[in-house]
Every structure is written in C-alpha cells, then in structure tokens.
C-alpha cells in the first residue's frame, strides 16, 4: 500500500504505526498541537527539573528515599497524579482511585492502578514494589 504524504505525517507504519498500537491509530496523529508541545518540551527536559519539581511533595520524597524509579507526572480526568510510571505502565493513587480514574486509565491501557494512604509510610508499600519490579 502506498502512503500518502498527509498520511505519514500524521504516522505511518515506517515510523509510529505498528500492529502492537493499531486498535489507537486512529488517535495517533504527530500533527496534533499537543503532542508537539510535549515532544518539544521533552527535548530540553533533564532529571534535576523533575526533581526540583517534586521537591516539597511527600510522595516525591518518598520515592526518592525509597529508591525507586523516577515517576512521571500524568493528567487524566483533569487530575494530576505524579506517581506514574510509564515504562511499567504503574499508575499510584495517593487516597485512592475513584472507579472512574481506574476506567479511564485501562482506557489507556494502564491496567496497574494502585491505591496508596493518604501520606507515604517509612516504607513503600510492598504492592508498588512489586509492580515496579524492585526487590527488598
């Protein structure tokens, strides 16, 4: 099949498109004016800004004291929730999630959303451990 040129900007199978994406290809779309803001925004991003972001935030400290993976921050149902780590596909809710946020989040195919208390313990919780892979 040849590709038009409008085609491939939006995403193409050379690129972007693959079998393991295509029930979501129509929502992907390179052109769309959000996806290039964040694209953009990530070519100047560094660790020591996410950090500076989370400095003051309990949860942020927490996972930095216990050690675990840097998490990023993700907006979904006009929350954000920064204890989200996408290579895992690990959503961690401070004071749970309500039935709709877990929804919306298989939705988008985050099928790991874990409630956690309302301020973090001295340890992680060994249900995020596990999701994340760390060992103790």
């Not at 972001?53 to 929730?81: C, F, H, K």
Request: aromatic letters at 6%; hydrophobic letters at 45%.
């Amino acid at each position: 099949m040849i590709e038009t040129e409008d085609a491939c900007v939006a995403g193409c199978y050379r690129c972007i498109l693959s079998y393991f994406n295509q029930p979501d290809h129509e929502l992907i779309d390179r052109r769309n004016d959000n996806v290039i803001s964040l694209l953009c925004e990530l070519t100047t991003a560094n660790e020591s800004e996410a950090e500076t972001a989370s400095a003051g935030d309990p949860w942020g400290e927490a996972v930095r004291q216990w050690g675990l993976p840097t998490p990023s921050g993700l907006s979904m149902a006009g929350i954000q929730l920064p204890l989200f780590w996408p290579a895992k596909g690990v959503l961690a809710v401070p004071g749970g999630a309500s039935p709709e946020l877990v929804n919306e989040a298989a939705a988008l195919g985050i099928l790991d959303v874990i409630d956690l208390p309302d301020r973090p313990a001295e340890h992680a919780p060994a249900e995020l451990l596990i999701a994340l892979g760390v060992s103790r």
